[in-house]
């Protein structure tokens, strides 16, 4: 078994000890899972206690299927949107590309419209990686959030699978933050509830998977791969899970107003 990021790799959808917690269900013809994580399965699976929700895109609408689950996880109040990842390398670029489709409205809050149209203030911030800037990525968004003052932190990052069957096909939204680099085998201080003091859900997608899981030529071992059209796969992600979380965080706007703001 490879090195991965995904709750449905991780056994405990099919450990009886915890069925109770595995929601399986199907919206707008969409596949998903919710599984809550308790402290006895964190202890046992090694997995942070948390809800860990994973939409698989293979069939629906997705993005309406994403946009009504974001809608009952992401807590009420301002928000910041960060973006991890390097947008120079195709198969870590998921997370800054995402941020494309969510307007900042945070500086609009002193319109007199705002609040007549039931806005949200979101900021916007692209936090890269360690290995650009020199500083922990996740250090940085949780200093920008209390300077700003946002109640709630939304991660966008790259994730890694050991099934080649989800590679680039699911959708990972949990309330237990992000470790910035694990599926690689790179950890960096994890963005978290504990390390940020207020919420934070991690929105994620496998780009690259464990060659160890696909194949059993020795040389292979430590090798990360990803799919030849991966620019193209994660333009496509990254809007799909930009526009439903811009729409679910600011639904008294419609899609043409949403892009329209990221006009200016």
Known sequence: MGRSDLICESGIMNDNMYSSYVHESNQFGTDYSDITVNEEAEQKLGIK???????????????GCLYELLRSIIPKGS??????????????????????????????SGHRDFNDLGMRSVYVLEAGVTG???????????????????????????????????LCTAIQ??????????????????LNRETA??????????????LDSISDVKEAKGLMVTPRNIDIVSDRLAGIVGKAVSSALNPSLTENELEALLLK
């Open 132 to 166: 650009k800037t020199g500083i922990e990525s996740s250090a940085l968004v949780s200093e920008i959030a209390g300077k700003a003052g946002a109640g709630c932190i939304i991660a966008f990052d790259s994730l890694a699978c050991s099934d080649i069957s989800r």
């Open 197 to 210: 003091g207020i919420p934070v859900i991690a929105v994620g997608v496998p780009t690259v998977i464990d």
């Open 173 to 190: 939204i949990t309330d237990a933050g992000i470790s910035p680099g694990s599926g690689v085998g790179n950890d960096r201080k994890p």
């Open 49 to 63: 206690r948390g809800r860990y929700i994973t939409v698989f895109t293979g069939k629906g609408d997705v993005k």
């Open 79 to 108: 928000v910041l949107a960060a973006g991890f990842g390097n947008e120079s390398i195709s198969s870590d670029s998921f997370g800054v590309k995402a941020l494309s489709h969510i307007p900042a409205t945070a500086h609009l």
